[in-house]
């Protein structure tokens, strides 16, 4: 099976918004770093986001490009997929290095202010998308 290159040009995206959906069925976005990792994409979140508890309940997602405050870009079709939590620490480290080489110096300063912000290092884990 051949991935959808639209699904696979938004690991090439800085920001994406990813939209999940609550059990009442209203879409949820936020925008969200991504990375490719083969046939998927990659997104790391904090284990307690809401996104996180959405996925529990319903793995659908739609995905489509935007800036770093969410604002999606004109005429951007959703891309459809599925979404895997991934908690195995063993299953997490190649996707956060990926993001981590992405976003360098920009990972590396959000990660620090959210340790900081948090009192302590939350829990993040990858959430591992697959095309629908």
Known sequence: MTTDPMFLALGDERFVSLTTFRRSGEPVSTPVWVGR??????????????????????????????????????????????????????????PHELIRKKYGLEYRIVMAIERLGKSGNEQRLILRIRPS
């Open 37 to 94: 990792d083969g046939d998927t994409l990659v997104v790391t979140t904090p284990v307690s986001s809401g996104k996180v508890k959405r996925l529990r309940n319903d793995p659908r997602v739609e995905m489509r490009p935007c800036g770093r405050f969410g604002k999606v870009k004109a005429g951007a079709e959703p891309v459809s997929g599925v979404a895997e939590l991934v908690t195995d620490p063993v299953g997490q480290t190649g």
